[in-house]
């Protein structure tokens, strides 16, 4: 079964340093999702691709993340200087244009900052 | 806020009872979504409803939409042991927003005993 990957799995950085995370999603998705979670909280939208164009951004801290889908396909989000109130979960998710309500997420990137 | 919120934060049962989880949210949508995830895993859909029906089924999912009280409910008939994780509601709004985009509540953790 076709899942959304994700990579790494644990991340654990100081603070001010570059860290990036890396997602392919299912074969054929047009549309990518970055989210953020934090322990105890429900996932929030950091930035939605439609093919290699950012589509909504407006929750992302443009200042230190930056997010790219060069070609359509995988996805990397960058957090330089990283700081202590960015650990989180950091889930990617991808769905079809014919079925665009449904959001498959991959197993997300552990982030810990120290 | 078009978030979700869920109650109660925390559900503790035994296998076999059944598990009821409700969720408010304050705008109108254009159909609202039930996920759930396991500890420290990625996030599973599990059913959608649009904001033209009232309860729909899924094996031993059922969830109904009072769209006038603007709220939700998901009932897990007969639980089990395995059916321990987090579930989340999520809306999508029905106001021009970006297509597709989710908005989640904070979850309820549910436990079920053996």
């Known amino acids: 079964e076709a899942e959304v990957a994700q990579s790494p799995r644990y991340k654990i950085t100081e603070k001010s340093q570059a860290v990036a995370f890396w997602c392919d999603p299912i074969?054929?998705?047009?549309?990518l999702y970055w989210y953020r979670q934090i322990l105890g909280q429900g996932p929030e939208l950091l930035v939605q691709?439609?093919?290699?164009?950012?589509?909504?951004d407006s929750q992302l801290p443009k200042d230190r993340f930056s997010a790219e889908r060069l070609k359509g396909v995988d996805s990397t989000l960058k957090i330089q200087p990283a700081e202590l109130g960015d650990s989180a979960m950091y889930l990617c998710a991808s769905s079809s244009r014919l079925s665009y309500n449904e959001q498959f997420f991959g197993p997300g990137t552990r982030l810990t900052v120290l | 806020s078009q978030q979700g919120e869920e109650d109660p934060q925390a559900l503790s049962i035994q296998e076999g009872e059944n598990a009821t989880m409700n969720c408010s949210y304050k705008t109108s949508i254009n159909n609202l979504q039930w996920y759930r995830q396991n500890s420290g895993r990625g996030l599973v859909h599990l059913i959608l409803i649009r904001s033209n029906e009232r309860e729909k089924h899924s094996g031993r999912l059922r969830v109904t939409l009072d769209t006038s009280k603007k709220s939700s409910s998901l009932l897990i008939t007969a639980s089990r042991a395995a059916d321990t994780a987090s579930y989340f509601c999520a809306t999508v709004s029905d106001r021009g927003s970006t297509l597709g985009r989710l908005y989640f509540g904070r979850g309820t953790q549910l436990t079920v005993w053996p």
């Open positions: 691709f439609q093919d290699e164009s950012v589509v909504d």
């Open positions: 074969s054929g998705h047009a549309t």
